[in-house]
């Protein structure tokens, strides 16, 4: 069993910055690879960066590149989306959640994850 609790959203200017967390409980989040995932009202969920269990290897959305930085402390059982040069098109409920499958590779393919945080907002706004 994996609970994952998101934190640190909220409004933000455009252009500005924000981190996420993820604070998970029930397990050791160091055992599996952990993605970051959002969906806006009407829109389908879109994957945005994923790191993997064991190396630290990242992948990223063409969307997010450049702009969006995944990490984690697996001492603290944490993982974090810092998000610099927002636009109001980032705006959506944002998820992390955890691939808890043994791979060689990760992805951001939604169905390969298990466990689901409740989401929090990400508004960017004047």
């Known amino acids: 069993q994996v609970q994952l609790v998101e934190s640190g959203g909220g409004l933000v200017q455009p252009g500005g910055s924000l981190r996420l967390s993820c604070a998970a409980s029930?397990?050791?989040?160091?055992?599996?690879?952990i993605g970051w995932f959002r969906q806006a009202p009407g829109k389908e969920r879109e994957g945005l960066a994923c790191i993997s269990n064991s190396d630290g290897i990242t992948n990223y959305a063409d969307s997010v590149k450049g702009r969006f930085t995944i990490s984690r402390d697996n001492a603290k059982n944490m993982v974090y989306l810092q998000m610099n040069s927002l636009n109001p098109e980032d705006t959506a409920v944002y998820y992390c959640?955890?691939?808890?499958?043994?791979?060689?590779?990760?992805?951001?393919?939604?169905?390969?994850?298990?466990?689901w945080g409740q989401g929090i907002q990400v508004t960017v706004s004047s």
């Open positions: 029930g397990s050791t989040l160091g055992y599996y690879a």
């Open positions: 959640a955890v691939d808890s499958w043994p791979r060689l590779e990760y992805g951001l393919a939604e169905d390969d994850y298990d466990y």
